[in-house]
Protein backbone atom coordinates (compact mmCIF):
# COMPACT_ATOMS: atom_id res chain seq x y z
CA UNK A 1 0.00 0.00 0.00
CA UNK A 2 1.19 3.49 -0.69
CA UNK A 3 -0.43 6.83 0.31
CA UNK A 4 -1.01 10.33 -1.59
CA UNK A 5 -2.52 13.74 0.09
CA UNK A 6 -4.66 15.95 -1.94
CA UNK A 7 -5.29 19.27 -1.63
CA UNK A 8 -8.42 21.71 -2.77
CA UNK A 9 -7.72 24.89 -3.52
CA UNK A 10 -10.96 27.62 -2.57
CA UNK A 11 -9.37 31.21 -3.62
CA UNK A 12 -11.66 33.39 -2.94
CA UNK A 13 -12.12 35.75 0.21
CA UNK A 14 -14.81 38.31 1.29
CA UNK A 15 -11.74 40.74 1.32
CA UNK A 16 -8.03 40.86 0.61
CA UNK A 17 -5.65 40.88 3.53
CA UNK A 18 -2.55 43.28 2.86
CA UNK A 19 -0.23 40.67 3.82
CA UNK A 20 -1.47 38.22 1.95
CA UNK A 21 0.37 36.46 -0.99
CA UNK A 22 -1.79 33.36 -1.59
CA UNK A 23 -3.67 32.97 -4.36
CA UNK A 24 -6.83 34.73 -3.60
CA UNK A 25 -9.67 37.10 -5.29
CA UNK A 26 -12.05 39.24 -2.97
CA UNK A 27 -15.64 38.44 -3.99
CA UNK A 28 -18.97 38.43 -2.78
CA UNK A 29 -19.98 35.81 -5.55
CA UNK A 30 -17.96 33.22 -7.01
CA UNK A 31 -18.82 30.04 -9.40
CA UNK A 32 -19.36 27.38 -7.02
CA UNK A 33 -21.14 24.58 -8.65
CA UNK A 34 -18.72 24.93 -12.01
CA UNK A 35 -15.49 25.68 -9.87
CA UNK A 36 -16.58 21.84 -7.69
CA UNK A 37 -17.72 19.97 -10.99
CA UNK A 38 -14.03 21.31 -11.96
CA UNK A 39 -12.18 19.88 -8.79
CA UNK A 40 -13.57 16.44 -8.97
CA UNK A 41 -12.94 16.48 -13.19
CA UNK A 42 -9.70 17.46 -12.68
CA UNK A 43 -9.29 14.88 -9.92
CA UNK A 44 -10.32 12.22 -12.43
CA UNK A 45 -7.59 13.21 -14.84
CA UNK A 46 -4.94 13.11 -11.94
CA UNK A 47 -5.50 9.64 -11.05
CA UNK A 48 -5.31 7.81 -14.38
CA UNK A 49 -1.48 8.65 -13.85
CA UNK A 50 1.02 8.11 -11.51
CA UNK A 51 1.74 8.67 -8.87
CA UNK A 52 -1.53 8.51 -8.10
CA UNK A 53 -3.33 5.78 -9.50
CA UNK A 54 -3.67 3.19 -6.69
CA UNK A 55 -2.50 5.14 -3.45
CA UNK A 56 -4.30 5.39 -0.79
CA UNK A 57 -5.68 8.82 0.01
CA UNK A 58 -4.64 9.70 3.74
CA UNK A 59 -5.56 13.12 4.29
CA UNK A 60 -7.49 16.14 2.08
CA UNK A 61 -7.04 19.78 2.93
CA UNK A 62 -9.61 22.35 1.94
CA UNK A 63 -7.76 25.81 1.67
CA UNK A 64 -7.49 29.12 0.36
CA UNK A 65 -8.45 31.45 0.35
CA UNK A 66 -11.61 31.01 2.47
CA UNK A 67 -13.09 27.38 1.69
CA UNK A 68 -15.73 28.24 4.30
CA UNK A 69 -17.36 30.27 2.04
CA UNK A 70 -18.11 27.51 -0.26
CA UNK A 71 -22.21 25.69 1.30
CA UNK A 72 -21.68 22.41 3.34
CA UNK A 73 -23.54 21.01 0.54
CA UNK A 74 -20.59 21.71 -1.83
CA UNK A 75 -18.09 20.54 0.31
CA UNK A 76 -20.41 17.07 0.87
CA UNK A 77 -20.34 16.87 -2.56
CA UNK A 78 -16.35 16.89 -3.27
CA UNK A 79 -16.00 14.32 -0.12
CA UNK A 80 -18.39 12.04 -1.01
CA UNK A 81 -17.14 12.31 -4.90
CA UNK A 82 -13.09 12.51 -3.56
CA UNK A 83 -14.64 9.37 -1.59
CA UNK A 84 -16.08 7.71 -4.84
CA UNK A 85 -13.02 8.06 -6.62
CA UNK A 86 -10.15 7.23 -4.33
CA UNK A 87 -9.27 4.88 -1.70
CA UNK A 88 -9.67 7.33 1.37
CA UNK A 89 -8.63 5.94 4.42
CA UNK A 90 -11.43 5.39 7.05
CA UNK A 91 -9.30 7.36 9.42
CA UNK A 92 -8.34 10.30 6.76
CA UNK A 93 -7.89 13.42 8.37
CA UNK A 94 -10.21 16.05 6.52
CA UNK A 95 -9.17 19.71 7.10
CA UNK A 96 -11.49 22.97 6.40
CA UNK A 97 -9.45 26.27 6.62
CA UNK A 98 -12.61 28.53 7.98
CA UNK A 99 -12.56 32.25 8.45
CA UNK A 100 -14.88 33.91 11.62
CA UNK A 101 -17.56 36.00 10.38
CA UNK A 102 -18.44 33.20 7.43
CA UNK A 103 -19.84 30.26 9.98
CA UNK A 104 -22.16 30.16 12.55
CA UNK A 105 -23.12 26.89 14.42
CA UNK A 106 -25.12 25.56 11.77
CA UNK A 107 -22.89 26.03 8.82
CA UNK A 108 -20.22 24.54 10.82
CA UNK A 109 -22.48 21.68 11.82
CA UNK A 110 -22.76 21.24 7.83
CA UNK A 111 -19.59 20.87 7.25
CA UNK A 112 -19.16 18.07 10.19
CA UNK A 113 -21.77 16.17 8.56
CA UNK A 114 -20.16 15.98 5.29
CA UNK A 115 -16.85 14.14 6.88
CA UNK A 116 -14.90 17.21 7.50
CA UNK A 117 -13.10 16.34 10.97
CA UNK A 118 -10.36 18.90 11.51
CA UNK A 119 -11.17 22.57 11.60
CA UNK A 120 -8.51 25.29 11.09
CA UNK A 121 -9.96 28.45 12.02
CA UNK A 122 -8.05 32.02 10.77
CA UNK A 123 -8.25 33.65 14.17
CA UNK A 124 -4.94 35.55 13.69
CA UNK A 125 -5.59 37.77 17.27
CA UNK A 126 -7.92 38.58 19.48
CA UNK A 127 -7.32 42.07 19.96
CA UNK A 128 -9.57 44.09 17.79
CA UNK A 129 -6.60 46.95 17.04
CA UNK A 130 -4.40 44.47 15.77
CA UNK A 131 -6.97 42.74 13.37
CA UNK A 132 -7.78 46.03 12.27
CA UNK A 133 -4.32 46.61 11.19
CA UNK A 134 -3.93 43.46 9.84
CA UNK A 135 -7.21 44.57 7.60
CA UNK A 136 -9.16 41.57 8.70
CA UNK A 137 -12.92 41.10 7.75
CA UNK A 138 -13.65 39.98 11.31
CA UNK A 139 -13.49 40.96 14.89
CA UNK A 140 -12.37 39.20 18.22
CA UNK A 141 -15.69 38.43 19.01
CA UNK A 142 -16.61 37.10 15.54
CA UNK A 143 -13.33 34.95 16.15
CA UNK A 144 -14.55 33.80 19.94
CA UNK A 145 -17.53 32.69 18.29
CA UNK A 146 -16.09 30.52 15.90
CA UNK A 147 -14.58 28.56 17.90
CA UNK A 148 -17.30 28.53 20.56
CA UNK A 149 -19.97 27.58 17.50
CA UNK A 150 -17.03 24.83 16.21
CA UNK A 151 -17.01 23.02 19.65
CA UNK A 152 -21.19 23.30 19.70
CA UNK A 153 -21.10 21.71 15.94
CA UNK A 154 -19.34 18.52 17.28
CA UNK A 155 -15.53 19.10 15.89
CA UNK A 156 -13.04 17.60 18.32
CA UNK A 157 -10.45 18.22 16.23
CA UNK A 158 -9.63 22.27 16.25
CA UNK A 159 -6.82 24.74 15.11
CA UNK A 160 -6.72 27.74 14.99
CA UNK A 161 -4.19 30.23 13.36
CA UNK A 162 -2.45 33.78 15.06
CA UNK A 163 -0.08 36.25 13.79
CA UNK A 164 2.32 37.76 15.70
CA UNK A 165 5.15 40.38 15.36
CA UNK A 166 3.09 42.81 14.59
CA UNK A 167 4.26 47.05 14.95
CA UNK A 168 3.40 47.85 18.27
CA UNK A 169 2.72 44.22 19.77
CA UNK A 170 5.11 43.75 23.08
CA UNK A 171 5.19 40.44 24.60
CA UNK A 172 2.20 41.00 27.34
CA UNK A 173 -0.05 41.65 24.10
CA UNK A 174 1.53 38.19 22.93
CA UNK A 175 0.53 36.68 25.91
CA UNK A 176 -2.97 37.83 26.11
CA UNK A 177 -3.67 36.48 22.60
CA UNK A 178 -2.27 33.51 23.55
CA UNK A 179 -3.63 32.97 26.91
CA UNK A 180 -7.25 33.45 25.01
CA UNK A 181 -6.21 31.27 22.51
CA UNK A 182 -5.66 28.49 25.21
CA UNK A 183 -8.65 29.13 26.77
CA UNK A 184 -10.74 27.25 24.20
CA UNK A 185 -8.26 24.50 24.40
CA UNK A 186 -7.61 23.54 21.15
CA UNK A 187 -5.96 20.74 19.72
CA UNK A 188 -3.49 22.40 17.50
CA UNK A 189 -2.37 25.65 17.67
CA UNK A 190 -0.30 27.86 13.90
CA UNK A 191 1.53 30.91 15.51
CA UNK A 192 2.97 32.70 12.00
CA UNK A 193 5.52 35.88 12.39
CA UNK A 194 4.01 38.62 9.95
CA UNK A 195 6.11 38.41 6.88
CA UNK A 196 6.06 40.99 4.25
CA UNK A 197 6.07 39.09 0.75
CA UNK A 198 6.90 40.41 -1.78
CA UNK A 199 4.34 42.68 -4.17
CA UNK A 200 1.94 42.76 -1.41
CA UNK A 201 0.63 46.18 -0.18
CA UNK A 202 1.66 45.98 2.94
CA UNK A 203 5.20 45.29 1.89
CA UNK A 204 4.45 48.43 -0.17
CA UNK A 205 3.60 50.29 2.51
CA UNK A 206 6.87 49.14 3.92
CA UNK A 207 8.87 50.52 1.46
CA UNK A 208 7.18 53.80 1.36
CA UNK A 209 7.79 54.35 5.09
CA UNK A 210 4.38 54.19 5.66
CA UNK A 211 4.63 51.41 8.32
CA UNK A 212 7.62 50.36 10.39
CA UNK A 213 9.20 46.81 10.51
CA UNK A 214 9.12 45.40 14.46
CA UNK A 215 12.52 45.71 16.11
CA UNK A 216 14.65 42.45 15.27
CA UNK A 217 15.17 41.66 18.99
CA UNK A 218 11.87 42.06 20.09
CA UNK A 219 10.53 39.70 17.34
CA UNK A 220 13.04 37.08 18.19
CA UNK A 221 11.77 37.34 21.81
CA UNK A 222 7.81 37.23 20.49
CA UNK A 223 9.39 33.95 18.63
CA UNK A 224 10.63 32.18 22.07
CA UNK A 225 7.89 33.64 24.03
CA UNK A 226 5.37 31.68 21.96
CA UNK A 227 7.22 28.57 21.31
CA UNK A 228 7.91 28.22 25.84
CA UNK A 229 4.48 29.98 26.17
CA UNK A 230 2.79 27.18 24.39
CA UNK A 231 5.35 24.62 25.17
CA UNK A 232 4.53 24.88 28.82
CA UNK A 233 1.03 24.57 28.53
CA UNK A 234 0.78 21.18 26.35
CA UNK A 235 1.28 22.88 23.06
CA UNK A 236 5.03 21.95 22.20
CA UNK A 237 6.36 22.93 18.47
CA UNK A 238 6.33 20.13 16.24
CA UNK A 239 8.00 22.81 13.34
CA UNK A 240 9.08 25.84 13.33
CA UNK A 241 5.60 27.55 13.28
CA UNK A 242 3.10 24.78 14.42
CA UNK A 243 2.07 23.35 18.30
CA UNK A 244 0.20 20.53 18.81
CA UNK A 245 -1.12 18.71 21.94
CA UNK A 246 0.21 14.95 22.07
CA UNK A 247 -1.20 13.26 18.98
CA UNK A 248 -3.43 16.28 17.01
CA UNK A 249 -0.10 17.31 14.52
CA UNK A 250 -1.57 18.19 11.13
CA UNK A 251 -0.59 15.06 9.17
CA UNK A 252 -1.34 17.01 6.25
CA UNK A 253 1.31 19.05 6.62
CA UNK A 254 3.52 16.76 7.97
CA UNK A 255 3.39 15.37 4.50
CA UNK A 256 4.76 18.24 3.17
CA UNK A 257 7.89 18.51 5.16
CA UNK A 258 8.77 15.26 4.95
CA UNK A 259 8.24 14.80 0.89
CA UNK A 260 5.91 12.47 0.36
CA UNK A 261 3.20 13.08 -2.87
CA UNK A 262 0.92 15.43 -2.96
CA UNK A 263 -1.99 16.52 -5.37
CA UNK A 264 -3.43 19.98 -5.25
CA UNK A 265 -6.45 20.91 -7.57
CA UNK A 266 -7.40 24.15 -7.93
CA UNK A 267 -6.50 27.72 -9.27
CA UNK A 268 -2.85 28.17 -8.37
CA UNK A 269 -2.84 24.84 -5.99
CA UNK A 270 0.58 23.44 -6.40
CA UNK A 271 1.46 18.93 -6.49
CA UNK A 272 4.71 16.77 -5.86
CA UNK A 273 5.10 14.16 -7.29
CA UNK A 274 8.93 12.69 -5.69
CA UNK A 275 10.70 10.17 -7.35
CA UNK A 276 12.47 8.39 -4.15
CA UNK A 277 10.17 4.61 -4.68
CA UNK A 278 9.51 3.51 -0.52
CA UNK A 279 9.54 4.71 2.97
CA UNK A 280 12.15 6.46 4.86
CA UNK A 281 12.64 5.45 8.06
CA UNK A 282 11.86 8.93 9.73
CA UNK A 283 8.06 8.54 8.12
CA UNK A 284 7.27 5.08 10.32
CA UNK A 285 9.13 5.87 13.27
CA UNK A 286 9.82 9.19 15.93
CA UNK A 287 13.16 10.38 16.82
CA UNK A 288 13.86 10.96 21.03
CA UNK A 289 12.69 14.62 20.73
CA UNK A 290 10.13 14.13 18.48
CA UNK A 291 7.34 15.14 21.22
CA UNK A 292 4.48 14.18 18.73
CA UNK A 293 2.57 11.04 19.06
CA UNK A 294 2.49 7.75 17.25
CA UNK A 295 -0.50 8.65 15.89
CA UNK A 296 0.52 11.57 14.09
CA UNK A 297 3.61 9.86 12.36
CA UNK A 298 2.52 9.15 8.57
CA UNK A 299 2.31 5.73 7.74
CA UNK A 300 2.88 6.20 4.16
CA UNK A 301 5.97 5.65 2.24
CA UNK A 302 5.94 7.22 -1.18
CA UNK A 303 4.69 5.88 -4.58
CA UNK A 304 5.89 2.15 -5.25
CA UNK A 305 6.97 3.11 -8.98
CA UNK A 306 9.14 5.42 -10.28
CA UNK A 307 7.04 8.75 -11.01
CA UNK A 308 10.28 10.81 -13.00
CA UNK A 309 13.07 7.84 -13.79
CA UNK A 310 15.70 9.10 -14.96
CA UNK A 311 18.17 11.63 -13.29
CA UNK A 312 14.72 13.46 -12.36
CA UNK A 313 14.47 13.60 -8.54
CA UNK A 314 10.44 14.51 -8.26
CA UNK A 315 7.77 16.72 -10.32
CA UNK A 316 6.49 19.86 -9.15
CA UNK A 317 3.80 21.57 -10.89
CA UNK A 318 1.12 24.62 -10.09
CA UNK A 319 -2.13 24.76 -11.82
CA UNK A 320 -3.53 28.01 -13.47
CA UNK A 321 -3.79 31.39 -11.13
CA UNK A 322 -6.85 32.36 -12.59
CA UNK A 323 -10.59 31.28 -11.27
CA UNK A 324 -12.13 31.53 -15.08
CA UNK A 325 -9.47 30.30 -16.93
CA UNK A 326 -9.09 27.78 -14.50
CA UNK A 327 -12.29 26.00 -15.19
CA UNK A 328 -12.28 26.52 -18.99
CA UNK A 329 -9.12 24.72 -18.94
CA UNK A 330 -10.20 21.66 -16.84
CA UNK A 331 -13.40 21.49 -18.81
CA UNK A 332 -11.38 21.57 -22.10
CA UNK A 333 -8.28 18.85 -21.42
CA UNK A 334 -9.37 17.97 -17.85
CA UNK A 335 -6.49 19.49 -16.10
CA UNK A 336 -5.36 23.46 -15.39
CA UNK A 337 -1.82 22.76 -15.40
CA UNK A 338 0.37 25.66 -16.13
CA UNK A 339 2.53 24.85 -18.80
CA UNK A 340 4.85 27.47 -17.79
CA UNK A 341 5.23 26.37 -14.22
CA UNK A 342 6.60 22.77 -14.16
CA UNK A 343 9.70 22.12 -12.43
CA UNK A 344 11.18 18.91 -12.53
CA UNK A 345 13.96 18.59 -9.10
CA UNK A 346 17.48 17.18 -9.65
CA UNK A 347 19.21 15.05 -7.70
CA UNK A 348 21.00 18.41 -5.70
CA UNK A 349 17.31 19.98 -5.10
CA UNK A 350 15.72 17.25 -4.32
CA UNK A 351 19.12 16.68 -1.50
CA UNK A 352 18.93 20.12 -0.08
CA UNK A 353 14.54 19.91 -0.05
CA UNK A 354 15.23 16.86 2.25
CA UNK A 355 17.68 19.00 4.67
CA UNK A 356 15.87 21.88 5.31
CA UNK A 357 12.34 20.47 5.02
CA UNK A 358 13.84 17.78 7.96
CA UNK A 359 15.00 20.75 9.65
CA UNK A 360 11.88 22.65 9.77
CA UNK A 361 10.44 20.30 12.18
CA UNK A 362 11.59 19.58 15.79
CA UNK A 363 12.15 16.02 14.95
CA UNK A 364 14.87 17.64 12.16
CA UNK A 365 16.52 16.01 9.49
CA UNK A 366 17.04 11.97 10.14
CA UNK A 367 19.89 10.90 8.67
CA UNK A 368 18.28 7.35 7.64
CA UNK A 369 16.04 8.90 5.42
CA UNK A 370 18.82 11.01 3.57
CA UNK A 371 20.62 7.52 2.98
CA UNK A 372 17.22 5.93 1.31
CA UNK A 373 17.14 8.53 -0.87
CA UNK A 374 19.92 9.24 -2.47
CA UNK A 375 22.87 6.71 -1.44
CA UNK A 376 24.98 9.17 0.53
CA UNK A 377 25.74 10.15 3.79
CA UNK A 378 24.24 13.99 4.18
CA UNK A 379 27.07 15.03 5.33
CA UNK A 380 29.56 14.08 2.62
CA UNK A 381 27.31 16.22 0.25
CA UNK A 382 26.44 19.06 2.74
CA UNK A 383 29.63 19.56 4.59
CA UNK A 384 27.34 23.18 5.90
CA UNK A 385 25.60 20.39 8.17
CA UNK A 386 29.32 19.98 10.47
CA UNK A 387 29.70 23.59 10.45
CA UNK A 388 26.12 24.63 11.76
CA UNK A 389 26.55 21.96 14.13
CA UNK A 390 29.83 23.28 15.04
CA UNK A 391 28.64 26.94 15.55
CA UNK A 392 26.33 25.92 18.02
CA UNK A 393 23.04 26.14 15.24
CA UNK A 394 21.96 22.40 15.33
CA UNK A 395 22.17 19.67 17.41
CA UNK A 396 22.50 16.26 16.87
CA UNK A 397 19.53 13.40 17.50
CA UNK A 398 19.38 9.90 17.51
CA UNK A 399 18.88 9.79 13.53
CA UNK A 400 20.15 13.33 12.01
CA UNK A 401 20.23 16.62 13.33
CA UNK A 402 17.85 19.66 14.58
CA UNK A 403 17.79 22.92 15.44
CA UNK A 404 18.54 24.51 18.19
CA UNK A 405 17.06 27.47 20.10
CA UNK A 406 19.98 29.68 18.55
CA UNK A 407 19.67 28.14 15.14
CA UNK A 408 15.37 28.27 14.94
CA UNK A 409 15.99 32.44 15.45
CA UNK A 410 17.80 32.06 11.75
CA UNK A 411 16.26 29.09 10.89
CA UNK A 412 15.14 30.59 7.25
CA UNK A 413 18.86 32.17 6.70
CA UNK A 414 19.96 28.63 7.48
CA UNK A 415 17.08 27.03 5.30
CA UNK A 416 18.33 29.13 2.55
CA UNK A 417 21.96 27.74 2.77
CA UNK A 418 20.10 24.38 1.28
CA UNK A 419 18.50 25.46 -1.32
CA UNK A 420 21.26 27.80 -2.87
S1 LIG B 1 -8.50 35.68 4.59
FE1 LIG B 1 -6.57 34.50 4.49
S2 LIG B 1 -6.42 33.81 2.35
FE2 LIG B 1 -7.98 35.45 2.42
S3 LIG B 1 -6.84 37.30 1.90
FE3 LIG B 1 -6.86 37.16 4.15
S4 LIG B 1 -4.95 36.05 4.66
FE4 LIG B 1 -5.33 35.75 2.47
Known amino acids: MFFMHLYLHIPWCLARCPYCDF ?232 AYWRGTPYLGLGAGAWSFAPAWPSASKDETSMSARHQVAAADQPTSPAPANNPTPGPSFGKRWRDLNDPRRWIEAVAGQGHAVDSAEVETLSREQAMGETCWLGLRQTSGLARSTFLSRFGEEPEAVFPLLVDLLETGLLETTNDGWCLTRRGLMVADAIFARFQS
Open 23 to 254: NTFAARTWPEEAYADGLLRELDHHLDSTPWNGASLATIYFGGGTPSLFAPATIARLIDGIAARTSLLADAEITLEANPGTVDRQRLAGFRQAGVNRLSVGVQSFDDGRLAWLGRAHDAEAAKVALRAARQAGFDNLSLDLIHAVPGQDRAALLKDLDTALSFEPEHISAYSLTYEQGTPLTRDLAAGRVQRIDEEVEADLFETVRDHLGEHGYPAYEVSNHARAGYASRHNL
